[in-house]
């Protein structure tokens, strides 16, 4: 197995000098994942990285970059996967909201066959990553398509967008995906890789599910809103249960109590983020009625972090690499709680490079208030 190594990057500079050190790091043939804060515009930096030769780049736009320093509001991080130990094939999912079902399943089969046609017998483990801009608000539906025909690969992937860090939104016009040197908006970019190194994937929260049950009685979601739980409007029954005496006018407050529901023997959170007048309650990932939910809990993020590290070590050994989905909320959470100085060094110890999402996905689930992330083991 070759040892050429992958290589991360964190820059904070204008979009031609970051073009400069992205091109610098990356070997012949490398395929180019990145992430950039949202003070770039993604149409430029895509000009920039054509201009110093790095043409096959994918990327996406986010409030949030995590690499080699940490976590930081400005920059460009990313990672190259040398060509020796790795295959990438890409597809851009153009309109993906509105994309048929027997399209997203063909495109999957032909990118599938393009992999298997490409990949050298010593790049024998696989995984997906799927980038997608978060205005699609269709997440539920691609996971659930995108897991299901990828059936043994696992996928994660992230929604591109700063809505969170930025409530008054992206500027018009603005993009969230950078697809080789295209800025795009209302799509998804789905990448195959063809690894020589082990990989293990998660998709991992520090919340815990109370013994504390309700039911959506009345939800709209394709707008992801509930109006009902219990049969009775949703703030007051929200808020009743997290112990508040009165319903909190914003949503923050919230945040250390997420609903949860059980999907294959695991818990994933759901994140409330924004009150409308009536009590009516937008959350980031769709709830169906007749949905039984439980009230979660806050258990410790540093120890759980370390649990998940533990794992992945006892799975892959020490990773080269993690690619990190960190929910916009979970990272907000992490600086108003001051854990910062505790989780940057276990993530820089891992290899984390990612950024802070506006939803998750991981296999067919569409997920929020986790970090879902992919390790890569370390060439032998």
């Known amino acids: 197995m070759s040892t050429e190594p992958i290589t991360s990057f964190h820059v904070s500079s204008d979009a031609d000098a970051v073009a400069t050190a992205v091109a610098a790091g990356r070997a012949p043939g490398a395929a180019t994942v990145l992430f950039a804060s949202t003070s770039y515009d993604l149409a430029e930096l895509g000009a920039a990285l054509a201009r110093h030769g790095v043409e096959r780049v994918i990327g996406a736009a986010t409030g949030r970059v995590i690499g080699p320093q940490g976590f930081a509001a400005h920059g460009v991080t ?36 393009e992999l298997e046609r490409t990949a050298e017998p010593s790049q024998g483990h696989r995984f997906a990553l ?18 299901m025909e990828l059936s043994g690969i696992p996928l994660i ?110 818990y994933y959170a759901r994140g409330m983020q924004r009150i409308y007048p009536g009590g009516v309650l937008e ?37 080269e690499l993690v690619i990190g989905i960190e929910c916009a909320a979970r990272t907000a959470c992490m600086e108003r709680e001051g854990l910062r100085e505790d989780i940057e060094p276990r993530m820089r110890r891992h290899g984390v490079v990612g950024f802070a999402s506006l939803g998750e996905q991981f296999n067919t689930v569409h997920a929020n208030n986790s970090f879902t992330c992919l390790a890569v083991a370390r060439s032998r």
């Open 78 to 113: 990313g990672f190259h996967l040398p060509a020796k130990r790795f295959v990438m094939v890409d597809a851009l999912l153009a309109d993906v909201a509105t994309m048929a079902l027997p399209e997203l399943r063909a495109r999957v089969a032909a990118l599938r066959s």
């Open 130 to 147: 799927l980038l997608v801009d978060a205005e699609t608000r269709c997440e539920e539906r691609l996971a659930g398509v995108l897991g």
């Open 157 to 266: 992937g992230g929604s591109a967008g700063d809505l969170y860090f930025n409530p008054l939104g992206h500027p018009p016009g603005s993009t969230r995906l950078l697809h080789h040197q295209r800025a795009v908006r209302g799509a998804a970019i789905l990448c195959l890789v063809a690894s020589a190194s082990p990989v293990a994937a998660y998709c991992h929260n520090h919340h815990v599910p109370s013994d504390k049950k309700m039911v959506i009685t009345d939800a709209d979601p394709a707008r992801r809103l509930v109006r009902e739980i219990d049969g009775r409007p949703a703030l007051g029954v929200y808020a009743a249960s997290c112990g508040f005496r009165r319903a909190p006018s914003g949503s923050n407050e919230f945040a250390p109590y997420p609903l949860m529901i059980r999907i294959g023997g695991l």
């Open 283 to 319: 959350f980031a990932c769709a709830l169906e009625p007749g949905l039984v939910v439980a009230l979660g809990k806050p258990g410790d993020m540093i120890s759980s972090l370390d649990g998940l590290f533990a794992s992945m070590r006892r799975r892959v050994g020490t990773p």
